[in-house]
C-alpha cells in the first residue's frame, strides 16, 4: 500500500504579501520542510536567509527560485551542531538585510533505533543539532528583533505521541522545544515579540517519504490516512509569521493530519 499525499496549491497563489519589509532566517533551509516554509516566506513578501549544512546546490536553487518570484534569497553555510556558525548565520542575516523580523528553527536530525543502541555521540549531535541550536539562534536573534518580531519553531508529532520504538532520542530532543518555546513566550512577550511551535507529522520529503517503507504505517496513525506535504507545515509558519500570529504566542500546533488527535 503506498500513501496518499495531500495535494496542494502554490504559494504564489495566496493574494497579497504580508511580510514584504520583513527579514526571516530559516535554518536548514534547503530541502524538506525548510524549503518550503522559505520559498513561502519569500512568496509573502519577506526577504530569507537560510542555512545548510551540505548540498550547496540544493540551497542555491531555492535562492535561485526566490530571486526568479522578484525576492531577495541569501543561503549560508552552518551546521546547527556547531554554536559559532549559529551566532554567524543570525548576524549574517542582519548584515545581509538591514534587520531580522523572522526566525525559524527548522533544522534537525533524528537518530532512530533501540534505546540501548544509542550512542554518546548520538545523544550529543541530536541534542546540540534539535535542542541547543534552537535556544542559541533564538538567544542571537533577540538582540535584533524588535516588537512584531516572530521565533517559530519546528517540532515533531512524536513530541506530543510517541506510536512506535526506537524514537527515544528525537522525541526527547522535540519535547523540550516545548519548554524553551513557552519561555520565550514569558521572557520576549513584554517586547512585543511572539514565540510559538509547530509539530509536523508525516510530510512527504526526501527523509521521509510518501511511498518510503515505512509510509504505510505512519500515515495510518493519522487521523486522515495521508502525507501532509511541507506547504501545509509553511501555510502554518506563515500565518504565525504574520499578523494573524500577533496574538498567538507560547502555543504548540500540530500540523499533523491528527497524528496526535
Known amino acids: 500500500m503506498t500513501a496518499t499525499v495531500l495535494t496542494e496549491t502554490t504559494a504564489a497563489a495566496h493574494g497579497p504579501r504580508p511580510l514584504v519589509g520583513k527579514a526571516a532566517l530559516v535554518t536548514g533551509g534547503s530541502r524538506g520542510i525548510g ?26 536553487q531555492v535562492v535561485k ?17 556547531d554554536a559559532e556558525e549559529i551566532r554567524a548565520s543570525v548576524a549574517g542575516a542582519v548584515d545581509r538585510f538591514g534587520r531580522l523580523d523572522i526566525l525559524v528553527n527548522n533544522a534537525g536530525i533524528g537518530v532512530l533505533g533501540p534505546f540501548e543502541g544509542i550512542s554518546l555521540d548520538d545523544v550529543d549531535r541530536v541534542l546540540w543539532t534539535n535542542v541547543r541550536a534552537p535556544f542559541l539562534a533564538a538567544q542571537a536573534a533577540a538582540a535584533h528583533l524588535t516588537e512584531g518580531g516572530r521565533i517559530i519553531s519546528i517540532g515533531s508529532c512524536m513530541a506530543e505521541r510517541v506510536a512506535f520504538p526506537g524514537g527515544t532520542l528525537y522525541a526527547t530532543s522535540k519535547a523540550a522545544l516545548t519548554g524553551l518555546t513557552k519561555t520565550l513566550a514569558k521572557e520576549l512577550g513584554p517586547r512585543g515579540i511572539t514565540a510559538n511551535l509547530v509539530h509536523p507529522g508525516p510530510i512527504d520529503t526526501d527523509m521521509n517519504p510518501a511511498d518510503g517503507e515505512s509510509a504505510a504505517m505512519q500515515a495510518g496513525l493519522t487521523a486522515l490516512g495521508v502525507y ?13 509569521a504574520g499578523d494573524g500570529g500577533r496574538y498567538i504566542t507560547g502555543a504548540s500546533i500540530a500540523v499533523d493530519g491528527g497524528f496526535a488527535a
Not at 43 to 49: L, P
Not at 68 to 81: E, I, L, P, T, Y
Not at 228 to 240: E, F, I, K, Q
Request: overall charge negative.
Open 228 to 240: 501532509g506535504r511541507g506547504s501545509d507545515v509553511a501555510a502554518t509558519v506563515a500565518h504565525l
Open 65 to 81: 527560485e526566490i530571486e526568479r518570484a522578484g525576492g531577495q534569497g541569501w543561503a549560508v553555510r552552518a551546521d546547527s551542531a
Open 35 to 60: 524549503r518550503a516554509i522559505a520559498l513561502r516566506l519569500a512568496a509573502d513578501g519577506a526577504a530569507v536567509a537560510l542555512t545548510f549544512r551540505s548540498g550547496q546546490d540544493q540551497a542555491d
